[in-house]
């Protein structure tokens, strides 16, 4: 949970490497933000505004790059990567288990067509690649 909500977790693990989160600001509630920063190699940064739609400390997160802070609506190209505009919406469930957390992570694009052009940016392996960052850090908290 705290690797999750905390920013300073946050920018340790979030983007894939060798990319890096270097900014991250969230205000953990309904309508607060999350908003972070991603820096590739070459010091490009595309940044990211979103809000979180749903918390249940410990179990759930649900958040979204579709609104911005207040449940306001992103405007043309918040949620961009190099101009394309790629909102999405994120649902993370945390369970307990008797020997760790069973994690979940569900993404929801508008439409297949906004899905299918994450995709192609290599978004599923992207996750992928945090969430073995994710692991790592773990074994350090």
């Not at 946050?10 to 983007?15: A, E, G, R």
């Not at 249940?56 to 802070?69: D, F, H, K, Q």
Request: charge should be negative; proline fraction near 7%.
């Amino acid at each position: 949970w705290a690797a999750w909500t905390t920013p300073e977790h946050i920018k340790k693990w979030f983007t894939p490497a060798p990319w890096t989160t270097p900014e991250c600001e969230i205000d953990l509630r309904p309508g607060g933000i999350f908003r972070f920063t991603m820096r590739s190699p070459e010091g490009d940064e595309s940044g990211y505004r979103g809000c979180f739609l749903e918390i249940v400390p410990e179990e759930r997160l649900v958040w979204t790059l579709a609104l911005g802070p207040g449940y306001r609506p992103a405007a043309a190209g918040a949620a961009a990567c190099d101009g394309t505009d790629l909102p999405f919406t994120a649902v993370i469930t945390l369970e307990a288990t008797g020997t760790g957390t069973k994690y979940r992570a569900v993404v929801m694009h508008a439409d297949q067509a906004t899905a299918a052009k994450h995709a192609d940016m290599g978004f599923s392996a992207g996750w992928g690649a945090a969430f073995d960052q994710l692991v790592t850090l773990l074994k350090t908290l």
